[in-house]
């Protein structure tokens, strides 16, 4: 082959592979079978992932698929939280054993699913069923000292 042919042919190659980048629809919020950080739904809250002396290392997102009626987790992390490093991160998504918004998350006796380990972006995702229970999210991200944690609080939250 020679060097002009190449050439072309690399150009051609180029060419149509940016096309089929720039050529995808973009995706909307409402679009549930949007997948983010492998989690389809709609984004529904995300709580700040902090030390104790409030740096934010990342933050927890929670989705909602009424499809399905799944909620699901992942504790993304930021630049100062080790970004791009593989350090430890964790989420966890209990459901509750309340119906009642605000009344103390006992989780004991009910389905969760956690994910934890080292990872090089996000913990998650994570993944449950709550109908007609509230849920709690839990995560950590610690790729500096202090460990950096958050949560939506102690008392069950999205019930229903």
């Not at 690399?10 to 995706?27: D, I, V, Y």
């Not at 934010?56 to 799944?70: K, M, P």
């Not at 103390?104 to 006796?109: I, S, V």
Request: glycine share 10%; with cysteine.
């Amino acid at each position: 082959m020679t060097i002009r042919r190449a050439t072309a042919v690399l150009a051609t190659f180029a060419a149509t592979t940016a096309l089929s980048f720039t050529a995808a629809p973009a995706a909307t919020a409402a679009d549930a079978s949007v997948a983010e950080y492998g989690c389809s739904g709609s984004l529904i809250d995300t709580y700040p992932v902090r030390t104790s002396a409030g740096t934010t290392y990342g933050q927890i997102r929670l989705y909602y698929n009424s499809s399905t009626r799944r909620n699901c987790a992942v504790t993304l992390k930021n630049a100062t939280g080790g970004y791009g490093t593989s350090s430890y991160a964790s989420v966890t998504l209990y459901r509750c054993s309340t119906s009642k918004p605000g009344a103390q998350c006992d989780w004991r006796d009910e389905t969760w699913d956690d994910d934890y380990g080292n990872f090089l972006y996000y913990a998650g995702p994570v993944s449950i069923s709550a109908a007609g229970k509230c849920i709690r999210v839990f995560g950590q991200v610690s790729a500096n000292r202090p460990i950096a944690t958050g949560d939506s609080g102690t008392g069950g939250v999205h019930c229903g």
